[in-house]
């Protein structure tokens, strides 16, 4: 299940910060600009559908099918007014909804027809506020979030900022994130206490203990006009967990026979670190490429790199082809399905968290005609873009992604 919102989410940021402006353009004097009225600046609505498939599943133990789809929906609405001193403030509201269908996680409870998490509604709203001005660049803002499952709920809150030098040509944004999270302990049928319940709503068998899991993050960026065709991109991104971070319904096989829920340590560092170069090389193509690094102190360590080129086919059509590809060691954790020692402290079957390498091939189509899309002045861009995931353990998913932008 947490794959498939990575994936979505992953590829919503693809389509925003792969078609944003990236040239520096000059800054508006808004110095003598009057308080003015709430206007809305665009809306963006996204839906994507994912359907997975693979026979490694962690619920079973790193056996079993791995058959998911999934249906998410974003609706994006950005207001903005100016105040009196000329700083624009902008408003960001955003709703997502995800409906998800899962063979896997209905190995749970395989004697029941109702298991907690066969399928599910994931429902999570945003809020940000952005002040920022126009004639140096520089903004500030706050970010609320929500978010809820069958299994867990969860608040949000963070900061961004951003300064820009005098000669707009480099920039540096950070940002603070927090998300305080409460999860259900639903366990395999097998494995519950007498009188433990099933997680679910539905059938109120006895009661779950519930546990925290807070995520601390923070992005520092720089970015840098080296020339007129080149622009470069650095980010490091720390985080930090704490918490419940094993998922409880998932089971582990040892080597004497026996059976265990999943158990990984409670608190866990990450540390990516990325880099990005856009080289426009004439008015048709654009080269965009991305490296990052990745390690963590549970020993997964991973490089991935991608290849984007837009081509622009006419003024208003532009076709992106991209591939991305990832090779990761795995954490000293994991091991396959009957094959933990049963001396082990911490213990996985999830191939998320295995030694993997995988491809992500796809292509993006970008309509923005200057009387608006179908002619409707106001449809100011339609999307469409598709992918296909393959990984050495034998998962494989697709994904169709379509966005619309209003303005």
């Known amino acids: 299940m947490r794959k498939i919102y990575l994936c979505v989410a992953a590829l ?45 599943s962690a619920v079973t133990g790193g056996i079993g099918t791995e058959k ?49 998490s066969r399928q599910d509604t994931r429902v999570y709203p945003s809020l940000n506020w952005t002040v920022s001005n126009d004639k140096t660049g520089n903004a500030f803002g706050l970010t609320g979030s929500y978010s809820h499952e069958f ?11 951003t ?18 999270d409460t999860w259900k302990v639903i366990l395999p049928v097998e494995l519950r206490p007498p009188g433990y319940g099933s997680g679910s709503d539905r059938d109120g068998r006895g009661k779950v203990d519930h546990s925290p899991r807070n995520s601390f993050s923070t992005s520092f960026a720089i970015s840098q006009v080296l020339s007129t065709r080149l622009q470069a991109l650095f980010i490091v991104e720390p985080s930090y967990q704490h918490g419940l971070l094993a998922t409880k319904y998932q089971r582990d096989y040892f080597t004497d026979g026996s ?29 965009r490429t991305f490296y990052r690094y990745y390690l963590d102190n549970w020993g997964i360590r991973a490089h991935t790199a991608e290849l984007e080129i837009p081509v622009k086919l006419t003024s208003f059509v532009s076709v992106s082809p991209y591939y991305r ?74 994904i169709v992604t379509l966005a619309m932008k209003f303005k």
């Open 68 to 116: 998911l789809t999934d249906f998410a929906n974003t609706f994006d609405l950005q207001l903005s007014k100016y105040g009196i001193g000329g700083n624009k403030h902008t408003f960001t509201f955003e709703l997502g909804v995800d409906h998800y269908t899962s063979a896997s996680s209905d190995k749970i409870d395989p004697y029941s027809i109702s298991s907690a």
């Open 325 to 398: 590809y990832n090779n990761q060691r795995g954490t000293r954790y994991f091991a396959p399905y009957g094959q933990h020692d049963p001396r082990a402290i911490y213990y996985t079957s999830d191939y998320d968290l295995s030694t993997l390498h995988s491809s992500f091939v796809g292509a993006n189509i970008r309509l923005s005609p200057p009387t608006g899309v179908f002619g409707w002045q106001h449809f100011n861009s339609l999307e469409i873009r598709a992918g296909h995931y393959m990984r050495s353990t034998g998962l494989n998913s697709n």
């Open 163 to 180: 300064r820009v030098s005098k000669d707009k040509n480099t920039q540096f944004d950070f940002k603070g994130q927090v998300f305080l």
């Open 12 to 56: 919503y940021l693809g389509i925003v910060a792969g078609h944003a402006q990236t040239k520096t353009l000059p800054a508006k004097d808004s110095s003598n600009y009057e308080a003015r009225k709430l206007k809305i600046d665009e809306i963006n609505i996204i839906s994507a559908y994912y359907h997975q498939d693979g026979n490694n």
């Open 259 to 287: 059976e265990r829920v999943e158990n990984l340590p409670g608190s866990r560092y990450k540390l990516p670190i990325a880099v990005r170069f856009n080289y426009f090389l004439d008015d048709h193509f654009v080269i």
């Open 151 to 161: 299994d867990y709920q969860s608040f949000g809150g963070g900061i961004n900022l």
